[in-house]
T-cell receptor, first 113, second 112 residues
């Protein structure tokens, strides 16, 4: 059974810092991995999707890497801003239909002005 | 391009009642998945519909059921509500193969 963990559970940093969020999964036979952002009480916003054949994806100040063999992904946020404060979730898909889409518990990020 | 929409936004029900939640998928997406997110946890997969057929189910009892319509919109029905059903219910639409999940804003269900 796939299990996804995220470290740290919570993180508080001053504005301008570069930071790394970690995601680990137990079964390396994933189809893809997706990073999401969730504001309190809201739905999920997709940030980056990495297919199993890819090593990384970039969007603006965000960079996500994937090491499938070791069961790890990292989300790098450059020059953090107070608007980045949210919960960040990673999720892995075990098939191309998304039937088995497993989420981690999330990392709650606070960026202090 | 219209994103994923859900209704209602909030709902309060009494234990034992039944509830129906609705989701409209992103334009062109034929796959809809439903998730339950308890406070402080990641979403848990309930089930998925593809071309009006249930296409996979998580560890939820049969009182959680659903439908998908020809326009790919979907409903989640929960019978015999329990206090533990209080959660944020999220739906996501996607296309097979690409399988990038696009989420709606969610429905907050409170069972008293």
């Amino acid at each position: 059974k796939q299990e996804v963990t995220q470290i740290p559970a919570a993180l508080s940093v001053p504005e301008g810092e570069n930071l790394v969020l970690n995601c680990s999964f137990t079964d390396s036979a994933i189809y893809n991995l997706q990073w999401f952002r969730q504001d309190p009480g809201k739905g999920l916003t997709s940030l980056l999707l990495i297919q199993s054949s890819q090593r990384e994806q970039t969007s603006g100040r965000l960079n996500a890497s994937l090491d499938k063999s070791s069961g790890r992904s990292t989300l790098y946020i450059a020059a953090s801003q107070p608007g980045d404060s949210a919960t960040y979730l990673c999720a892995v898909s075990m098939d191309n239909y998304g039937q088995n889409f497993v989420f981690g518990p999330g990392t709650r990020l606070s960026v202090l002005p | 391009e219209t994103g994923v929409t859900q209704s209602p936004t909030h709902l309060i029900k009494t234990r034992g009642q039944q509830v129906t939640l609705r989701c409209s998928s992103q334009s062109g997406h034929n796959t809809v998945s439903w998730y339950q997110q308890a406070l402080g946890q990641g979403p848990q997969f309930i089930f998925q519909y593809y071309r009006e057929e249930e296409n996979g189910r998580g560890n939820f009892p049969p009182r959680f059921s659903g439908l998908q319509f020809p326009n790919y919109s979907s409903e989640l029905n929960v019978n015999a509500l329990e206090l533990d059903d209080s959660a944020l219910y999220l739906c996501a639409s996607s296309l097979p193969v690409i399988n990038e999940q696009y989420f709606g804003p969610g429905t907050r269900l409170t069972v008293t």
